[in-house]
């Protein structure tokens, strides 16, 4: 049989844990890697008598991320037990949303790899507050449960089934992830589970003029970007495969719920519909609805920054490309560090490829020294001395490779002046005509076999134009300004001729 | 010899008018035997004046409860060494001349369903039977700040679900009154301690009527306050939504010093109210302005006893002929009460203990092979049957399929129960009515019928339904020597006319002055 027409239709729901000092409903502390069951108190433990209290922060963090996916902030929001029994879980009721998220209908662009932009529609976003976690270690007939994790703000949020691809979902992700990392609420540490994805596929398939829809299925706790597109690439295929070989069961199978073995590259059957949990939601009566007014609103919308995705836009139109724009956006700090050097008119490109060259080679030497990660705005180099080390580049009193020589020596932190070290270390060029004009003479006096092939050789005239300004340079000892050295070069020659 | 003596401890030699300064003015000594007779208002100031140490107190009622609670077992628990201790350090501020808090000295107890670091919080429940809270409920830190000390904990009717205390996984409380009677519940361990003075005062929660219910039938003063009034943080919770603490005491007075102590804001609950609570002792003797009392014709209709008619009636002469105007109100959706109220507090319960799983505290079963069984099994072993029963009632009403006909629909019946108070008040500025339809009644008498049971708290559920105060005092005595109890109910935050209401009436009335006689020949004939 021939593989039908068919469209894909992919949602997703995301749990961020939200980078709070302390809890969702109380203030023991949340984050790092301690010792099991280090990060709890009363509440977490889910204690007698113990009562929940609302993180503030958390709310202004969900409403961050609210705020720039274009989500309607509600006005009233409240708060849901979701009941279910499990171990990780100390009350076996999660504090959850249900009918009245914070954050309702909104949209965002995403950039499609063929630099076409695509809005992705968000249903809602919720806070709740995550479950610890069970340690089962093989061989032994008792598991462990560890709540350092419990109580930890989640923020959940669903989108509408808008992605055609796996490769759109995990784009998605990615913009998501570094959304939240700009507006602080999350390092977006993926190892960590900072991040857990949760896409909900299925196919249009387009046959005899008819539209067959597959059973949606969703497949649970993805954390990582390869896994989404993978495990989404995957069930596209076992989908179209179910219906072309049991139409009926492909059609009329409940909603199920999956999981995904990176190993095996597969996904697995969880559960479906039918024993599906009962979460018996309701209102949660220790909790007062919380009145969101406009002020508040506005006050969040204020510490709002540029997003990364206005960034890239903005960097490209700076005469910067997509792959240029796009890695200096990765991390906040090196875009703002930039940003600062723009501002005091530093020329986007060089101050680009500063950071982007010598700043990021620095950066990996001390990462790989240190064994933890230094970044590009740890290294000390201030705005100022970008954009002075770029300002001296684009007038050409060094050249590209002495200002790579210059940051080494900025980064080392002996000196500040980029000009001073320039000076040192001769590093400054010669842009005086007579002295070039004699470095050239005698280089041409020294070449004689090059002056003649760049005479007779049209073949070799590049080439040996390039070897003399090579000898120039050397005799200058690289301070020579190559771009003169061309000029006087060419007529010197042309002239001869 | 022994039977005498113990007569004689548990009656006091001179139950009636006992002239205190006159009492005093002697050595003090001459009030030990009479320590039990005093308020809680009395102690503090004879302790805080020097003229009887916290310590006499103290011992006067460990002895008392050695003597007479294992007839009547109204503690779970109590604390000697450590009560004697804090009456010691007490007694040391005083000769010290430091500043005492209200309660200084204060020999109290507390309701087994609050948490303290001190002793066990078991909740009457073999599930939380050896569970030791690693912190103080906010009213029991608010206690000890203000000096209390504490000599023990109440029974309660097993999560305080029941309304006679004969739900306790540890045996039942007796009515101090009557041994054969119940005492009320859930507070009714709390109450027969006040009504028999095994302390000078106590607290207990209040869900439907677990304070009011059981002071009326023990004879004493019981306040639940407005919801949100007093900090539920670590109160065991059963109904979250409805659940108060609150005083139970010898007199109003008393009602008004401790709910001083345990009233106002505390961030450590959400539900709590933001603004300072009041001073409920400040206007407390005066006489309240012209106040309109509401009759709700709902609460004086059929299954209401002669006797309890007749006393709320001679109540209600005794204001009118103190200026109050009384006023016939109606509260129509009083009889959907029960109902709305076996909905919303089981489906509540069943979500609240839910973390009693044999997971992480409390039981947990020595029979499961797997964690269903570990579930089932700990929970089948560690609740009780009325436990289970609501924990079913509230999972079925809050099931996918049926939550809208029962817990949305109980809710909107919530909504028309405070509408009718909203209304009711209009025309009136308190409400009375009686607090349960008859005086207590035998262990035994109501415990195969749930039913039944269930509607000992006819009168009182509304007040938490609403989340408006509710307070009972006695009001008289049955033929049968068992106590009356009358309720007033009012607007939110209306605490204070409610107890100067109440003061109005106890002056011209000594019901609380009476002191449990009957005991000994109900004691030997159970």
């Given amino acids: ?497 | 010899m022994k039977r005498s003596r113990y007569w004689q401890q548990f009656t006091g030699k001179n139950d009636r008018n006992i002239g205190i300064n006159a009492k005093v003015s002697g050595r003090v000594v001459h009030l030990a035997g009479l320590i039990h007779e005093l308020s809680a208002s009395e102690l503090a100031r004879l302790i805080a004046e020097k003229k009887l140490s916290s310590r006499e107190a103290t011992r006067a009622y460990l002895d008392r409860i050695a003597q007479i609670d294992p007839t009547l077992r109204a503690f779970n628990e109590t604390y000697e060494t450590e009560a004697l201790d804090a009456a010691d350090a007490i007694d040391r501020k005083v000769s010290r001349g430091n500043a005492l808090g209200p309660l200084a000295g204060v020999p109290m107890a507390l309701k087994d369903n609050l948490c303290s670091i001190q002793g066990r919080t078991t909740c009457s429940s073999r599930m939380l039977q050896n569970f030791r809270s690693p912190y103080d409920a906010t009213v029991v830190s608010r206690l000890a700040s203000a000096g209390a000390v504490i000599l023990g904990k109440t029974n309660l009717d097993e999560f305080a679900m029941g309304s006679s205390t004969e739900n306790s996984a540890f045996g039942p409380t007796r009515n101090p009154w009557k041994t054969t009677c119940v005492p009320g519940g859930s507070s009714g361990g709390s109450a027969a301690a006040v009504a028999a003075r095994l302390c000078a005062a106590a607290l207990g929660s209040d869900t439907g009527g677990s304070i009011r219910q059981p002071a009326a039938l023990c004879g004493i003063v019981g306040l639940k306050p407005t919801y949100g009034l007093v900090s539920r943080y670590g109160l065991v919770a059963f109904a979250s939504s409805l659940d108060q603490i609150g005083p139970m005491t010898q007199d109003v007075r008393d009602a008004a010093l401790l709910l001083n102590v345990i009233a106002g804001p505390d961030p450590k609950d959400s539900t709590s109210w933001p603004a300072a609570a009041a001073d409920y002792l400040k206007d407390l003797e005066s006489r309240p302005p012209h106040v309109r009392i509401g009759l709700p014709k709902e609460f004086f209709g059929d299954g209401l006893s002669n006797e309890v008619a007749g006393a709320i009636a001679a109540a209600v002469e005794y204001f009118k002929q103190h200026g109050a105007e009384i006023i016939p109100v109606s509260l129509p959706h009083t009889r959907y009460g029960i109902a709305a109220y076996y909905v919303i507090a089981p489906a509540e319960a069943s979500s609240n203990l839910a973390r009693y799983d044999g997971v992480h505290y409390g039981h947990r079963t020595n029979n499961a092979r797997d964690l269903f069984e570990l579930y089932s099994a700990s929970r089948a072993e560690g609740f009780g049957p009325e436990v289970q029963r609501r924990i079913m009632l509230g999972t079925y009403a809050l099931s996918s399929g049926y939550y809208d006909a029962y817990y949305l629909r109980a809710q909107k019946v919530r909504q028309l129960i405070k509408e009718d108070f909203d209304r009711a008040f209009e025309s009136c500025d308190v409400i009375l009515s009686p607090t349960t339809p008859d005086v207590a009644f035998d262990l035994g008498a109501k415990s195969g019928d749930p039913l039944a049971m269930y509607l000992c708290d006819v009168f009182t559920v509304t007040c938490n339904i609403a989340g408006i105060p509710g307070m009972s005092i006695p009001c008289g005595f049955s033929a049968s020597g068992l106590p009356i109890g009358m309720q007033f109910l009012g607007p939110v935050f209306s605490e204070s006319l409610m107890l100067r209401l109440a003061r109005l009436y106890e002056a011209g009335h000594e019901w609380n002055k009476r002191i449990p006689r009957p005991i000994l020949e109900t004691a030997s004939a159970a």
């Fill in chain 1, 1 to 497: 049989m021939n593989q039908p027409e068919y469209k894909v239709l992919i949602g997703m729901e995301i749990h961020v844990q939200l980078a709070t000092a302390s809890k969702m409903f109380t203030g023991a502390p949340c984050g790092g890697t301690q010792d099991a069951n280090t990060q709890v108190d009363g509440v977490v433990l889910g204690l007698p008598g113990v009562l929940p209290v609302i993180n503030r922060r958390a709310v202004e963090m969900a409403m961050m991320v609210g705020l720039a996916l274009g989500c309607r902030i509600a006005s009233i929001t409240k708060w849901d037990r979701k009941s279910y029994y499990y171990p990780d879980l100390p009350k076996n009721y999660q504090i959850s949303q249900y009918d009245q998220p914070l954050c309702g209908a909104g949209a965002v662009d995403i950039t499609l790899p063929d630099g076409s932009i695509k809005t992705i529609r968000i249903r809602r976003a919720h806070l709740e507050e995550d479950a610890g976690k069970l340690l089962h270690e093989a061989g032994h007939a008792v598991s462990m449960v560890d709540l350092n994790r419990a109580g930890t703000p989640l923020l959940e949020i669903v989108t509408e089934p808008d992605f055609s691809s796996p490769d759109e979902a995990r784009i998605f992700g990615e913009e998501l992830r570094q959304i939240c990392r700009y507006l602080g609420v999350s390092q977006g540490i993926m190892q960590q589970g900072h991040m857990r994805f949760e896409p909900n596929i299925n196919l249009h398939i387009f046959q005899d003029g008819s539209v067959f829809k597959t059973a949606i299925s969703e497949i649970k706790n993805l954390n990582s970007f390869r896994s989404v597109e993978r495990a989404c690439t995957y069930e596209i295929r076992r989908q179209l495969s179910q219906f072309m070989t049991d139409r009926t069961a492909a059609l009329s199978e409940p909603k199920t719920t999956r999981g995904w073995d990176d190993d095996k590259g597969c996904t697995t059957l969880q559960r479906s519909k039918e024993d599906a949990h009962d979460y018996r939601y309701f209102p949660d009566p220790d909790l007062v609805p919380l009145r969101i007014a406009p002020e508040w609103i506005h006050t969040i919308q204020e510490t709002l920054i540029e997003l990364p995705m206005a960034r890239r836009l903005r960097y490209e139109k700076l005469g910067l490309s997509a792959k240029d724009a796009a890695a200096l956006v990765d991390e906040r700090s090196v875009s703002d560090l930039f940003d600062a050097a723009v501002m005091l008119h530093a020329s986007p490109r060089r101050t680009a490829n500063l950071l982007l060259g010598p700043a990021a080679k620095v950066a990996n030497q001390r990462t790989a020294e240190k064994g933890s990660p230094v970044l590009i705005s740890d290294l000390g180099i201030t705005p100022e001395q970008y954009t002075h080390l770029s300002g001296m580049m684009e007038d050409g009193t060094v050249s590209a490779s002495a200002a790579v020589t210059i940051f080494e020596t900025l980064c080392s932190g002996e000196e500040k002046d980029p000009l001073v070290i320039a000076q040192k270390a001769g590093l400054v060029q010669v842009r005086d005509t007579s002295t070039t004009q004699a470095w050239v003479n005698e280089a041409i006096g020294r070449n004689p076999q090059a002056v003649l092939d760049f005479k007779n050789n049209p073949k070799k005239r590049q080439a040996s134009l390039g070897f003399l300004r090579g000898a120039v340079m050397k005799l200058s000892q690289g301070k020579a300004d190559p771009k003169l050295v061309g000029e006087l070069l060419e007529s010197h020659l042309n002239s001869q001729s």
